[in-house]
Each structure stands twice: as structure tokens, then as C-alpha cells.
């Protein structure tokens, strides 16, 4: 059965439609109230976790502060009480405790002057604050989930819609998997597999990124080389995401598949007990190559498209996915010319990737259905 998925798009006609306006009717158009106004709990407990992303510092195309006020402002009106929220980073930069994390989101904008509520790093301090989730799945048994996550009573999940490095690209689900899991659980979700390839020119960039010093420099005939420790490697991909040579890769066929089944296992073990009491949006503006915790922003993919909400988290990245693939893209992407239409951008962006696996496994394990219905609002 399909799935609904709204879509307000961006043309604005007049200062009434501007895209605070457009997120008010599209919250409206989702049941937002419905699924967040207080129940089964006394209305001064009923928190609910707002999920975003703060953005890595030099990074500038993450959800806007001003657009997340208007989320949280709906969420207050429905008698809950919003918190904004995310977790601890695996590489350590920005990001990788709760005191700098927190910092990082003030500086971005998101304080709570702001955006009208308080900000909680899910996982702690240093992102020890985490329970298991059983959920008896291919690759896990359980999952390591945030505290602040699980104590919610509801969840509003805003996700910008971009490319991955590795999973091709980032939406809901993947804000749900890495976002709301603690260091543990984004070590689970990552693979140990990178190799360096015979295309490395010594260049140092990944050395110097790497949190875990597992690469260094060799002198080689003709130069020097990278190579890497295996031992000290937890798999956060940094690397991968700053070679300008594409010389750092995956030693195994199936790991990028691999990768995208662990990732959805975590979103799947996120959502898991607030069934009912959840709402997704996603905000296809500023679509770039790389995710948020890049720290710069590349120039766009395809011009922006708007802004989509769904009950389905699985329809919901589905329809951002067509979308996207059907809009002209704004620059030469791998073999394709400018303005060229009907093809994967992401893995065209990232040829390894397989980013659409993330929605077909979804889907295998009854998370959300791959066809829906777009009702524009």
C-alpha cells in the first residue's frame, strides 16, 4: 500500500507563502499534533525529541535554525514539550563530546533563544549514555541507542536531505541510524575495511584528519605513500571523505550494501517503542555531495526542490531520492553533462555507493513501504 508523502514545494507567490508558511501547512498536512500532543502521559512529561543535525563548524548548509524554530513552535502548540537533539561524533573534531557538540550548535545558531527550546546531547558528555534495543535483525541483536533518544515520548525527525561519502546519501534514515547512536554504536554501524590504493600521491590530508593516527606516510621510489594500521582503524570513513583522489576505498564487493542493512538496523532499533508518535521531514535545499559533518559545504547537485514530510520514513526518502534523480542537474556530475535528468546523482557523485539499498532493506524488514503518493500542500 502506499504511502503519503507531502511535498510543499519552493515557488512563492506572495509574503504569505514564504517557507516558514510552507513548514506550518506541511506540519498541518503530516498530523503533527495527532502524533506528538500529549498521551499515555500526564502533559508535563511529554517531551519530544527533535532530531537534527548542528552541522560540522565550516559546514554551512544544514537545516536553518530559523526553520527548526518553526518545527518546535508546532510541537509547543500541540501542549508537548520539544527538545532539539543529537549525538556524539565517532571522529574527533567539533562534535565528539557533548560539551563541544553543544558548543558547536550555539555557535550555528541553535541556542535556545533561538529556536524556542532547550538542547540535549542524546548520548552524554563523552557518549556514554546509551541502552540496548533488541531487535533480532540480520546483522544485529540489538542496537545501542541514545538515552535521550529513548526517553522521549515522540520524535520529530528533520533531516537535510544531501550525498554520503559512503552510504550515497543521507536522509531520514541515516539521521535516525548515526544520529541517534552513541560512539559504540556508530563503530557498529561503520566497517574496518578501508585499503589504500596504488592512485595515492602521498598527499597527507587523510593522515592528518584521521582520529585514530591508523595512517601515516612512507617513502616509496617515486615518492611517498599512505598506508594504514588496521589495528587502531574504527571505520569513521573521514578519510575517504577528503581524498581528492579517490585513492582510499573498501576491500570488500558487498561492504557499501553491507553498510547501508547496519545503518537502517539502527534506525529500525531508534524508532522502535515510539511507534505512532513519530513525524519525518525532510528539507531538499542546499542538496550537496557531501553530508553535514563534512566541514565545508560543495557547490549544490540540482537546484533546490522543497520541502517533504511522511508518517513513512521509508516512502518519504524514496520520494527525495526520485525527486532529485528527475531534477536537471546544476553541474557536470561523474559522466553526466549539465541539466541531465533520470539517473542516480549520489552514486554518480559516489560510483561505490549504493545508496538505494538503504530504502529496499528498509522496506525487507517492514520499516515503511517504497511506493507512495506525492499531495502537494
Not at 567539533?94 to 558547536?104: I, S
Not at 555507493?353 to 538503504?358: F, I, K, N, S, V
Request: charged residues 20%; glycine residues 8%.
Amino acid at each position: 500500500m502506499a504511502s503519503t508523502v507531502y511535498w510543499a514545494k519552493l515557488t512563492i507567490k506572495n509574503p504569505a507563502d514564504n517557507k516558514l508558511a510552507k513548514i506550518r501547512r506541511i506540519c498541518k498536512a503530516v498530523g503533527l499534533e495527532e502524533h506528538v500532543k500529549p498521551f499515555e502521559v500526564a502533559p508535563e512529561d511529554q517531551v519530544v525529541a527533535v532530531k537534527v543535525h548542528f552541522g560540522e563548524r565550516g559546514n554551512d548548509t544544514y537545516v536553518h535554525p530559523t526553520f527548526v524554530r518553526e518545527v518546535v513552535d508546532q510541537v509547543r502548540a500541540c501542549g508537548a514539550k520539544p527538545f532539539l537533539t543529537d549525538t556524539c561524533t565517532l571522529y574527533k573534531a567539533c562534535r565528539h563530546n557533548g560539551v563541544d557538540h553543544l558548543e558547536t550548535a550555539y555557535l550555528h545558531g541553535f541556542t535556545p533563544y533561538v529556536v524556542n527550546a532547550p538542547v540535549v546531547i542524546a548520548d552524554g558528555v563523552n557518549s556514554h549514555a546509551w541502552r540496548e534495543v533488541p531487535i533480532n535483525l540480520k546483522h544485529f541483536q540489538s542496537v545501542k541507542i541514545a538515552d535521550g533518544i529513548l526517553s522521549a515520548n515522540a520524535m520529530v525527525v528533520l533531516s537535510h536531505f544531501k550525498g554520503h561519502a559512503f552510504g550515497g546519501f543521507g536522509g531520514a534514515l541515516k539521521n535516525l541510524a548515526m544520529g541517534c547512536a552513541p560512539h559504540e554504536g556508530k563503530i557498529d554501524q561503520h566497517g574496518r575495511n578501508i585499503v589504500i590504493m596504488d592512485n595515492c600521491i602521498g598527499c597527507g590530508q587523510c593522515v592528518k584528519i584521521c582520529p585514530q593516527q591508523a595512517l601515516s606516510l612512507v617513502k616509496v621510489e617515486k615518492g611517498r605513500r599512505c598506508v594504514i594500521d588496521k589495528e587502531r582503524c574504527f571505520g569513521c570513513y573521514e578519510c575517504m571523505s577528503v581524498c581528492k583522489q579517490g585513492a582510499i576505498g573498501i576491500d570488500l564487493p558487498n561492504e557499501h550494501a553491507d553498510f547501508s542493512e547496519r545503518m537502517v538496523e539502527y534506525a529500525y532499533g531508534a524508532l522502535k517503542g515510539k511507534e505512532g508518535r513519530l513525524v519525518f521531514i525532510n528539507f531538499l535545499m542546499n542538496i550537496t555531495p557531501q553530508c553535514d559533518c563534512a566541514g565545508w559545504s560543495d557547490p549544490v547537485l540540482v537546484p533546490d526542490i522543497g520541502i517533504l514530510a511522511s508518517l513513512d520514513p521509508v516512502a518519504l526518502d524514496t520520494a527525495c531520492f526520485d525527486l532529485v534523480k528527475d531534477t536537471p542537474s546544476l553541474r557536470k556530475i561523474g559522466e553526466h553533462d549539465c541539466h541531465s535528468t533520470g539517473y542516480d546523482k549520489f552514486q554518480a557523485e559516489h560510483p561505490n555507493t549504493r545508496g538505494y539499498h538503504q530504502v529496499e532493506y528498509a522496506e525487507s524488514i517492514g520499516m515503511g513501504s517504497r511506493e507512495y503518493e506525492l499531495v502537494n500542500v
